[in-house]
Protein backbone atom coordinates (compact mmCIF):
# COMPACT_ATOMS: atom_id res chain seq x y z
CA UNK A 1 0.00 0.00 0.00
CA UNK A 2 1.55 3.59 -1.32
CA UNK A 3 1.21 6.18 1.41
CA UNK A 4 1.95 9.48 0.69
CA UNK A 5 2.25 12.22 3.28
CA UNK A 6 2.39 16.07 2.83
CA UNK A 7 3.28 18.38 5.20
CA UNK A 8 4.49 22.30 5.55
CA UNK A 9 1.46 23.56 4.90
CA UNK A 10 0.24 27.11 6.29
CA UNK A 11 -0.76 31.00 6.51
CA UNK A 12 1.31 33.76 4.74
CA UNK A 13 1.04 36.89 3.43
CA UNK A 14 0.48 37.92 -0.47
CA UNK A 15 4.36 37.93 -1.44
CA UNK A 16 5.33 35.31 1.05
CA UNK A 17 7.36 32.35 0.46
CA UNK A 18 6.53 28.27 2.08
CA UNK A 19 7.90 25.22 1.01
CA UNK A 20 5.63 21.39 0.91
CA UNK A 21 6.84 18.35 1.30
CA UNK A 22 6.10 14.85 0.44
CA UNK A 23 6.96 11.57 1.55
CA UNK A 24 6.25 8.38 -0.23
CA UNK A 25 6.64 5.07 1.03
CA UNK A 26 7.19 3.15 -2.44
CA UNK A 27 10.70 1.39 -2.14
CA UNK A 28 10.87 2.34 -6.42
CA UNK A 29 9.96 5.99 -5.83
CA UNK A 30 12.95 7.26 -8.02
CA UNK A 31 11.03 5.59 -11.46
CA UNK A 32 7.60 7.26 -10.42
CA UNK A 33 6.82 10.38 -11.72
CA UNK A 34 5.68 13.21 -9.08
CA UNK A 35 3.02 15.88 -9.38
CA UNK A 36 1.84 18.66 -6.98
CA UNK A 37 -2.18 19.40 -7.91
CA UNK A 38 -4.17 21.56 -5.52
CA UNK A 39 -7.55 22.55 -5.05
CA UNK A 40 -8.97 25.91 -4.19
CA UNK A 41 -12.41 26.70 -2.53
CA UNK A 42 -15.76 25.49 -4.92
CA UNK A 43 -12.94 24.93 -7.92
CA UNK A 44 -12.22 21.77 -8.93
CA UNK A 45 -8.66 19.99 -8.78
CA UNK A 46 -6.40 21.26 -11.18
CA UNK A 47 -2.55 20.86 -11.89
CA UNK A 48 0.38 22.97 -10.25
CA UNK A 49 3.92 21.41 -11.35
CA UNK A 50 5.47 17.34 -11.79
CA UNK A 51 8.54 16.11 -12.00
CA UNK A 52 9.31 12.78 -13.93
CA UNK A 53 11.55 9.64 -12.73
CA UNK A 54 15.18 9.37 -13.29
CA UNK A 55 15.58 12.03 -15.83
CA UNK A 56 13.70 14.78 -13.57
CA UNK A 57 11.63 16.95 -16.36
CA UNK A 58 9.56 19.10 -15.14
CA UNK A 59 6.72 20.85 -15.98
CA UNK A 60 4.54 23.80 -14.67
CA UNK A 61 0.94 24.97 -15.17
CA UNK A 62 1.49 28.89 -16.41
CA UNK A 63 0.07 30.50 -13.43
CA UNK A 64 2.95 29.04 -11.41
CA UNK A 65 5.83 29.65 -13.90
CA UNK A 66 8.91 31.71 -12.17
CA UNK A 67 7.23 31.41 -9.07
CA UNK A 68 7.30 27.67 -7.80
CA UNK A 69 9.82 25.15 -8.14
CA UNK A 70 9.44 21.45 -7.93
CA UNK A 71 12.19 19.23 -7.05
CA UNK A 72 13.15 15.56 -5.54
CA UNK A 73 15.51 13.83 -3.18
CA UNK A 74 15.58 9.92 -4.45
CA UNK A 75 17.33 9.30 -1.29
CA UNK A 76 14.56 10.48 1.03
CA UNK A 77 11.78 9.64 -1.04
CA UNK A 78 10.42 13.13 -0.75
CA UNK A 79 9.24 15.42 -3.64
CA UNK A 80 8.91 19.16 -2.45
CA UNK A 81 7.62 22.58 -3.90
CA UNK A 82 8.60 25.52 -3.20
CA UNK A 83 6.22 28.64 -3.81
CA UNK A 84 7.23 32.04 -3.88
CA UNK A 85 5.68 35.34 -4.36
CA UNK A 86 2.33 33.65 -3.31
CA UNK A 87 -0.74 35.50 -4.32
CA UNK A 88 -4.06 35.03 -2.52
CA UNK A 89 -5.28 33.05 -5.83
CA UNK A 90 -2.38 30.63 -4.76
CA UNK A 91 -4.79 29.76 -2.06
CA UNK A 92 -6.15 25.64 -2.02
CA UNK A 93 -5.00 22.21 -0.72
CA UNK A 94 -1.89 20.97 -1.73
CA UNK A 95 -1.89 17.38 -3.09
CA UNK A 96 0.95 15.66 -3.54
CA UNK A 97 0.66 12.42 -6.60
CA UNK A 98 3.01 9.50 -8.17
CA UNK A 99 2.49 7.99 -11.09
CA UNK A 100 4.43 5.27 -12.71
CA UNK A 101 3.66 6.43 -16.03
CA UNK A 102 7.16 7.76 -17.65
CA UNK A 103 6.14 10.92 -19.16
CA UNK A 104 5.10 14.15 -18.00
CA UNK A 105 1.33 14.05 -17.25
CA UNK A 106 -0.94 16.78 -16.30
CA UNK A 107 -4.30 14.36 -16.47
CA UNK A 108 -5.55 13.65 -12.87
CA UNK A 109 -6.25 10.46 -13.97
CA UNK A 110 -3.22 9.19 -14.80
CA UNK A 111 -1.86 9.58 -11.33
CA UNK A 112 -2.30 6.39 -8.91
CA UNK A 113 -1.83 7.28 -5.66
CA UNK A 114 -2.35 10.58 -3.63
CA UNK A 115 -1.92 12.07 -0.20
CA UNK A 116 -4.32 13.65 2.04
CA UNK A 117 -3.40 17.54 1.27
CA UNK A 118 -2.34 20.27 2.98
CA UNK A 119 -3.62 23.55 3.12
CA UNK A 120 -1.85 26.93 1.81
CA UNK A 121 -3.38 30.20 2.78
CA UNK A 122 -2.03 33.25 1.53
CA UNK A 123 -3.62 36.35 3.10
CA UNK A 124 -3.87 39.82 1.57
Known amino acids: QVQLVESGGGLVQTGGSLRVSCVAS????????MAWFRQGPGAEREFVAAMSGFHHETDYTDSVKGRFIISRDDSKNTVYLQMNTLKPEDTAVYYC?????????????????WGQGTQVTVSL
Open 97 to 113: AATRRTWLTRTINDYEH
Open 26 to 33: MTTFIAYG
